[in-house]
Nanobody, 121 residues
Framework: QVQLVESGGGLVQPGGSLRLSCAAS????????MRWYRQAPGKQRELVAA???????NYADSVKARFTISRDNAKNTVYLQMNSLKPEDTAVYYC???????????????WGQGTQVTVSS
């Protein structure tokens, strides 16, 4: 019953900003790492940013200094603040999280449905 739901995608001009949100819901015991991936047409899905349960972050070189990943553990939500957007940032952005459900002994990987980000003038 665990679900991830993304929101905040849309159309933005080059140089603009967008903030993505991903909320986890359901029968959750523990959320470990949370991540943002993206996939452009004809390309492989790539890791954009990751954040641990303790708040440590990692970014792809292509978005470093422009994107910021954060999380609100009380809300089971991860965010991706995207600034100085470029046309090459255009992709479907997916939320991913390692979650242990309630009454489970192991964690599983979960994916959101994706949200479209289009950077164009």
């Amino acid at each position: 019953q665990v679900q991830l739901v993304e929101s905040g995608g849309g159309l933005v001009q080059p140089g603009g900003s967008l903030r993505l949100s991903c909320a986890a819901s359901g029968s959750i015991s523990t959320i470990y790492a949370m991540r943002w991936y993206r996939q452009a047409p004809g390309k492989q899905r790539e890791l954009v940013a990751a954040i641990t349960s303790g708040g440590s972050t990692n970014y792809a070189d292509s978005v470093k200094a422009r994107f910021t990943i954060s999380r609100d553990n009380a809300k089971n939500t991860v965010y991706l603040q995207m600034n100085s957007l470029k046309p090459e940032d255009t992709a479907v952005y997916y939320c991913n999280a390692d979650i242990r459900p309630q009454r489970a002994t192991i964690m599983y990987g979960y994916w959101g449905q994706g949200t479209q980000v289009t950077v164009s003038s």
